[in-house]
């Protein structure tokens, strides 16, 4: 497609349930990254994917929270027993970024996945 | 610890008006600073990025302005539109950690007619 895109756009689950949230990169994107928007907050990074290297998940905030990318396209983040607090948009954005390289390559957002935990 | 901090955190101006928003950072190594538009419901979408060496850049109704001594960024709205109405975040990249962008909460600016 010629965006990112998310889906779904918005979920709404029961505290305690398992939630997966889907992402499609732009075609030859190998950068591929996961973010986090509270109500009234910044974006916090969650998970990077670079290639075939192994993805930076130095900002998953607990062990509830993974991420795959498979065959190096599409991505799924998944929430396991859901908290109240876990309620945010969650935005998936790609780029043609180099690993270790000089040029910064623009980064692409999806709308988001808003997922409620009631 | 890196920071961006934006001001003011929310505006209201009339339509045909300018206005300018700024943007203070604390990140290092610095690569570069991006600010981003993000209309209700959407991803933010990219306005203008500037590296260490660039002062101002443009993009039609928007200037952007970087004072990489003071660790400043503006942006400047010229006659403002009602579409201009979005939350604008700034964001700083970390050199040398591709996955690293810290983003500023942004500015909500409301253009009334």
């Known amino acids: 497609g010629a965006g990112v895109s998310q889906s779904p756009s918005n979920k709404v689950t029961e505290k305690g349930k398992d939630v997966e949230l889907r992402c499609d990169p732009i075609?030859?994107?190998?950068?591929l990254y996961w973010y986090r928007q509270s109500l009234g907050q910044g974006l916090e990074f969650l998970i990077y994917?670079?290639?075939?290297?192994?993805?930076?998940k130095s900002g998953l905030p607990s062990d509830r929270f993974s991420a795959e990318r498979t065959g190096g396209s599409v991505s799924t983040l998944t929430i396991q027993r859901t908290q109240q607090e876990d309620s945010a948009v969650y935005l998936c954005?790609?780029?043609?970024?180099?690993?270790?390289?000089?040029?910064?390559?623009?980064?692409?957002f999806g709308s988001g996945t808003r997922l409620t935990v009631v | 610890k890196n920071q961006v901090e934006q001001s003011p955190q929310s505006l209201i101006i009339l339509e045909g008006k300018n206005c300018t928003l700024q943007?203070?950072?604390?990140?290092?190594?610095?690569?570069?600073l991006r600010w981003y538009k993000q209309d209700t419901g959407r991803g933010p979408v990219s306005l203008t990025i500037m590296t260490f060496s660039e002062n101002t850049k443009s993009n039609g109704r928007y200037t952007a302005t970087l004072d990489a001594d003071t660790k400043q960024s503006s942006l400047h709205i010229t006659a403002s539109q009602l579409s201009d109405s979005a939350s604008y975040i700034c964001?700083?990249?970390?050199?040398?950690?591709?996955?690293?962008?810290?983003f500023g909460k942004g500015t909500k600016l409301s253009v009334k007619p």
């Open positions: 964001v700083v990249s970390n050199r040398g950690s591709q996955g690293n962008l810290i």
């Open positions: 954005a790609s780029s043609l970024a180099a690993v270790g390289g000089s040029i910064d390559y623009g980064y692409t």
């Open positions: 075609s030859g994107h190998t950068a």
């Open positions: 943007c203070n950072y604390t990140v290092s190594p610095f690569s570069n």
């Open positions: 994917f670079q290639g075939n290297s192994a993805p930076d």
